[in-house]
């Protein structure tokens, strides 16, 4: 991966859906040399895919929650084929530290919320969690 995709991917990671004769012509290059590109990133799975990100107006009224989760050894598997069954579990991450998952949770309510922490405590191989509640968003690079 070079500058020239570099760039091309910080013009899609700002609007994925310009097209590409757009943005051939913001990089200077044949709009069959981006399409190349894009091709190339694609089939390396550095593009994944493209997606929709609702704003906060069409989610509505959620509650979001970051979960951290202490684990017992060797429970990983198991945990999070438990999560994968709980809708209200949007992200799970594994992480290095004090805690061995996090975990970004949405629900449409604080009783829809609690009784997710509730499960989620109730896995087996789950040691102890801790749940912060997200307030306000004051930054979010992610679209």
């Known amino acids: 991966m070079d500058d020239t995709d570099r760039e091309l991917l910080a013009q899609l990671e700002g609007n994925a859906r310009l097209p590409v004769a757009t943005l051939a012509r913001r ?7 981006v399409q190349a590109r894009i091709e ?10 493209y997606a ?20 017992e050894p060797r429970s990983t598997p198991a945990v999070l ?3 994968k069954t709980l809708t209200t579990v949007e992200v799970a991450h594994t992480a290095s530290g ?6 970004k949770l949405a629900a449409r309510s604080t009783a829809e919320l609690d009784a997710a922490l509730d499960a989620i405590g109730e896995i087996d191989g789950v040691k102890s969690s801790e ?3 997200h307030l306000s968003t004051r930054i979010d690079r992610l679209g």
């Open 27 to 33: 990089l200077g290059l044949a709009r069959s040399t």
């Open 81 to 83: 084929a438990r999560l």
């Open 98 to 103: 004090r805690f061995d998952m996090v975990l």
């Open 52 to 71: 929709l990100k609702l704003g906060d107006g069409a989610r509505g009224d959620q509650i979001h929650a970051t979960v951290l989760l202490s684990l």
């Open 40 to 49: 190339r990133l694609e089939e390396r799975g550095i593009i994944a895919g």
């Open 131 to 133: 749940s912060l509640i």
